[in-house]
């Protein structure tokens, strides 16, 4: 729809036209309410100006069945865009099980992207057409926001925290990809593009360039090089808990409170280890905060 108007970029992918429907929905509500009331407020104003006819005589009168009508109306208005919005929202925000992860550090002036099999690209992002993609993105000096506007998806990318957005492309081809938070005097060259691939070429780029290594592999291997293992011994009891299996269960912590070792809690850990202390360890493991980058946790 509206594919050659300039403000429209092409639908390519399964939530924009979702998007689109209900901007235009919010568009034509606010035009028709916006000519309703300018038209009712310019014939107002001439038809009681001062020196008119108007009958002016008499108390002022009211209708019971105009206040609940205009009441009544508006209030399924509202509710309908409400639901329908709502039902938007939670459509693009979860991401379906089945989808191929990405990472993605946002840096002035430039986006680094790494997949999961170690391939890693900067200011340019290839995803196979068809497979739900979901970004996972912190940024390692201020906000940007990670925006593609023919997949009508934009989320901003934070320092010290993680963000997340998906889709799934519909349309091969090489679509726009923008920072669209103000980050900087280079703001506007933090540019990029996400190439949308057949299948079969996508696996044959993806397996393309084996000189990357794998996030987990890296992290393996930083794991042993900072003496992490030392402490987080899974064969026996160290001076830190054991890491085995511990990424999204429920960790006790000192005090009584419980926590769910998701990415943001292990991160928080790493940096600042003393912020959610696990029952039965002390304060003994140093911070790492300044001597691992974003990429590196």
């Known amino acids: 729809m509206f594919s050659d108007f300039p403000l429209f970029p092409h639908q390519a992918s399964t939530g924009a036209a979702q998007v689109d429907a209900l901007y235009l929905w919010l568009v034509g509500l606010s035009t028709v309410m916006s000519i309703l009331i300018a038209g009712m407020?310019?014939?107002?104003?001439?038809?009681?100006?001062?020196?008119?006819?108007?009958?002016?005589?008499?108390?002022?009168?009211?209708?019971?069945?105009?206040?609940?009508?205009w009441s009544i109306i508006p209030f399924f208005i509202v509710m309908f865009t409400f639901v329908w919005s709502t039902s938007v929202y939670f459509q693009l925000s979860r991401p379906p099980d089945d989808t191929m992860d990405i990472l993605v550090v946002g840096k002035r002036w430039m986006w680094k992207l790494q997949h999961l099999n170690g391939r890693r690209e900067i200011n340019e992002l290839h995803v196979p057409l068809g497979r739900a993609v979901r970004l996972t993105m912190t940024s390692e000096d201020v906000i940007h926001s990670f925006y593609v506007p023919a997949f009508r998806t934009k989320m901003d990318v934070l320092p010290g925290r993680y963000t997340t957005t998906w889709f799934r492309p519909t349309r091969p081809g090489r679509y726009h990809l923008f920072c669209a938070e103000y980050c900087g005097t280079k703001h506007s060259r933090m540019i990029g593009s996400v190439v949308v691939m057949e299948p079969d070429k996508f696996q044959a780029w993806l397996g393309g360039d084996t000189a990357g290594v794998a996030p987990a592999a890296a992290g393996e291997r930083l794991f042993a090089n900072l003496g992490c293992v030392s402490c987080h011994n899974p064969e026996s009891k160290g001076r830190g808990p054991s890491l085995?299996?511990?990424?999204?269960?429920?960790?006790?912590?000192?005090?009584?409170?419980?926590?769910?070792?998701?990415?943001?809690?292990?991160?928080?850990?790493?940096?600042?280890?003393?912020?959610?202390?696990?029952?039965?360890?002390?304060?003994?493991?140093?911070?790492?905060?300044?001597?691992?980058?974003?990429?590196?946790?």
């Not at 292990?266 to 905060?289: C, H, W």
């Open 41 to 69: 407020l310019i014939s107002f104003a001439i038809r009681y100006r001062r020196g008119s006819a108007a009958d002016r005589t008499g108390a002022p009168t009211g209708s019971l069945k105009l206040e609940i009508i």
């Open 244 to 297: 085995l299996g511990v990424y999204g269960s429920r960790v006790a912590l000192s005090g009584g409170a419980t926590a769910v070792a998701d990415d943001a809690y292990l991160r928080e850990s790493i940096v600042d280890p003393r912020a959610k202390l696990v029952t039965g360890y002390e304060p003994l493991i140093p911070t790492f905060r300044g001597l691992v980058g974003e990429e590196g946790l």
